[in-house]
């Protein structure tokens, strides 16, 4: 059974369709890379699968895990293993790093029955994860992505996803903004995590995250269709043809970024 | 419009839980004031000459003012003919002796609030007198304080057992002709704490007073007074909770501080008043002076506050910082929703060398809730080597309620130091957002951004109340994010 199956997905924000059905299936231990222009939809496609409320689903169906996943709330979706890395990572002043996360962690053990983690075994728990990604240990006590700089932050999200250990995972240009060591360092990170159990969507612009992920399918998006799909050779083709290769325009404005 | 955003703007739909009436005879006098309204609320009291004569001094000098008009609050004329002056639930005998007196039905009401006043184990570290209307039913663990010297009573029993510290102190550091509401508190205030900490005592327990509003169309107007001589400490709190009625009720309460040499006074409040319902109809008019006078060398006053309640708040905890390297403090929480509306802060008064004071303060706004800082920080020429910090935050719940923040900074030295910060924010749908998607709940997460925001106050609140102060914001909040 696919672990995601995105039937004929259309959303709209506002009067206007950005998402003009899309049709996707992603199974347990795939890592899916999703690339195209600007304003073609990618962001938009992540947020609706988080379920961002600024975004109406007109059309199709979308099944998770074997539920159906445009039923389910938000949080409900992240507690059944779902999770996002922003794009632009939000800032939430006066709640520490540790705090959020483990309220996050809890608040799925919760869902799932488990008890609570307290704050001993928490923190020996991220001390692992810290490791991984090269946290500074001051980042934790630190409100959450307050004053962070851009690179701080898209490592954070990772960090974050290496304690909730998600069953999909969807990386929204987890990229942009980082320098080449902290790309790879993060790219390090994602990949330490990759594993049978664990799906990842990567949503990029440009190819040159996908050489540090190595993707096993590679799907373009434009204006809000997937129109071609391959294995991570479509990615190199696109580096060296840009999408205009494809006959695609890279339109000027980002539409779809909340 | 999205669900989180809807849920942010109707932030607050819990009931008020406190607004149960309790029914028992009541001993009331007919609505209006004028001299005989006071002389017979002297009398009931069995007052001194001296007290009659100060009220009505009080009282020909409120005949000459006006309500003020500066603060950013709105509302209809209060009709001072209109309200009752004094109300006593009925006793037997002058007043309760001891608790076996007091009738079982005020004890139930206490309890169901949360207030124990039996002096049992589970509360022993706190020591609570208990005013219902305008007078107080009930003071517990008296007798140990007794033991060090600590007086702890209600104002009439200060009165009447302790006359010279009364006369000495009453009115020493909010005069009668301070303000309006201080001047209409003095001519009819009934009853309220007073406490006296003699010099080198340590006070072992929390003290504690309960004012509680019951008759209908009654005014609270009490009066605390707390000195704490050379050496002494004391931390006190107070609560309050009323009925929910539709009809607006005034209260309108002096409380004075006197820290000698080497003093500290740490003054902590819980004010829960009725705020009205959710379309403003109703709730309690908090017109409050707080003021401390920090008199002694290397004294200390703390004001600590969390606002919930109240339909209007308009109240300014204050220092006169006298006394060489005295420390004034003021940390404070409002939360203002659906309609209410606060105008709060502080004043810092530096007179002595190296008087230093710091003011947090913490505006939560949400639904309609319209709230205000209003600070005010004076360094006098006397005051050499003085400082300031001041840290002012608001956070906004949706958008129609309102921050307003109103510092005004006189300095009168060079050597002094006066630093502001502030700074605006607003739980937005991103945030929330973003807290679902790792599995927080809206709820959950505006409570949390709530806490942290708050926490650097709650810290200062002694640790009984900090928890429950955090669960009243909660309750405050609850399902204004759903």
Redesign the interface.
């Known amino acids: 059974m696919a672990l995601l199956e995105i039937k004929n997905l259309h959303a709209t924000v506002g009067e206007r369709e950005i998402l003009k059905g899309i049709d996707l299936t992603v199974d347990a231990g795939e890592v899916h890379a999703i690339m195209g222009p600007n304003g073609s939809g990618k962001s938009t496609l992540a947020q609706v699968l988080?379920?961002?409320?600024?975004y109406a689903v007109t059309e199709g169906q979308v099944t998770y895990s074997g539920k159906d996943l445009l039923g389910m709330?938000?949080?409900d979706?992240?507690?059944e293993g779902m999770?996002?890395a922003?794009q632009y990572?939000?800032?939430?002043?006066?709640?520490s790093n540790t705090?959020?996360?483990r309220?996050?962690l809890n608040?799925?053990r919760k869902?799932e029955g488990l008890p609570e983690v307290d704050a001993f075994d928490f923190l020996e728990l991220v001390r692992e994860k810290m490791k991984l990604l090269e946290m500074d240990q001051a980042l934790l006590n630190r409100?959450v992505n307050t004053g962070f700089s851009g690179g701080e932050k898209k490592r954070n999200e990772i960090f974050?996803m290496a304690v909730?250990e998600p069953k999909l995972a969807i990386l929204d240009e987890t990229d942009s903004g980082l320098d080449i060591d902290a790309l790879k360092l993060v790219a390090h990170g994602v990949n330490a995590l990759r594993g049978p159990e664990r799906s990842m969507i990567v949503v990029t612009h440009y190819q040159r995250l996908l050489d540090y992920i190595v993707p096993d399918y590679v799907h373009v998006l434009a204006d809000g269709r997937l129109v071609k799909s391959g294995g991570k050779e479509l990615a190199l083709q696109l580096e060296e043809t840009g999408y205009a290769g494809l006959g695609i325009a890279d339109e000027e404005e980002a539409v779809g970024r909340? | 419009m999205?669900?989180?955003s809807n849920t942010i703007e109707t932030f607050a739909n819990q009931e008020y839980k406190w607004g149960f009436v309790t029914d028992i005879d009541s001993d009331s006098i007919p609505r209006g004031l004028n001299e005989d309204v006071i002389r017979l609320i002297s009398a009931k009291k069995h007052e001194p000459e001296w007290l009659t004569d100060w009220r009505l001094k009080a009282y020909r000098h409120w005949l000459t003012m006006k309500e003020p008009t500066w603060a950013n609050v709105h509302y209809p004329p209060i009709d001072y003919q209109d309200i009752v002056y004094y109300a006593a639930p009925k006793t037997k005998k002058d007043g309760p002796k001891s608790l076996d007196e007091v009738d079982p039905e005020l004890l139930r009401t206490y309890e169901k609030l949360g207030i124990p006043l039996q002096e049992r184990e589970l509360l022993a570290g706190v020591a609570v007198d208990a005013v219902f209307d305008s007078v107080s039913v009930a003071t517990t663990f008296k007798e140990k304080l007794k033991g060090m010297g600590i007086i702890f009573c209600s104002f009439s029993e200060a009165v009447r057992e302790h006359p010279d510290l009364v006369r000495q102190y009453l009115g020493s550091v909010v005069p009668a002709s301070d303000n309006f509401f201080a001047a209409l508190n003095s001519a009819v205030f009934s009853d309220g704490s007073f406490c006296y900490v003699p010099k080198g005592v340590r006070c072992p327990m929390e003290l504690s007073t309960y004012f509680r509003i019951n008759a209908k169309d009654t005014g609270q107007f009490e009066r605390t007074l707390i000195i704490a001589d050379e050496g002494a400490y004391v931390s006190y709190l107070e609560g309050c909770t009323a009925p929910m009625r539709d009809t607006n009720q005034l209260h309108a309460a002096v409380v004075e501080l006197v820290a000698l040499d080497n003093a500290q006074v740490k003054y902590s409040t819980v004010q829960n008043w009725y705020p009205g319902d959710k379309e403003g109809k109703g709730g309690i008019y908090n017109f409050v002076t707080k003021r401390g006078a920090c008199r002694g060398v290397n004294s200390k006053i703390s004001w600590t506050q969390v606002e919930t309640g109240s339909a209007i708040t308009w109240k300014y905890p204050s220092c006169l910082l006298m006394g060489e390297n005295s420390v004034g403090e003021f940390y404070s929480v409002a939360l203002t929703n659906n309609w209410q509306q606060a105008d709060t802060g502080t004043k810092m008064i530096h007179i002595g060398k190296n008087t230093t004071s710091t003011i947090v303060s913490k505006g939560i706004s949400a639904g309609h809730g319209q709230n205000t800082y209003r600070g005010g920080v004076k360094i006098l020429k006397s005051a050499a080597g003085a400082r300031n910090y001041s840290q002012c935050d608001s956070l906004l719940l949706g958008d129609k309620c309102g921050a307003h923040t109103f510092p005004y900074l006189e300095v009168k030295n060079t050597s002094s130091q006066v630093e502001h910060e502030a700074s605006t924010?607003k739980i937005?749908?991103?945030?929330i957002?973003?807290?679902?998607?790792?599995?927080?709940?809206?709820e959950?997460a505006v409570s949390?951004?709530v806490?942290?925001?708050c926490?650097q106050v709650f810290r200062e609140l002694p640790m009984e109340f900090a928890v429950e102060a955090q669960k009243l914001l909660g309750v405050s909040l609850e399902g204004s994010v759903g």
Not at chain 2, 433 to 442: E, W
């Open positions: 988080a379920g961002r409320e600024v709330k938000p949080e979706r992240a507690r999770f996002l922003f990572p939000v800032e939430i002043p006066g709640i705090y959020f996360l309220a996050a608040a799925r869902y409100p974050q909730l909340v | 999205s669900d989180s924010s937005g749908e991103d945030q957002f973003y807290c679902r998607q790792r599995g927080i709940s809206t959950d949390m951004i806490h942290g925001f926490k």
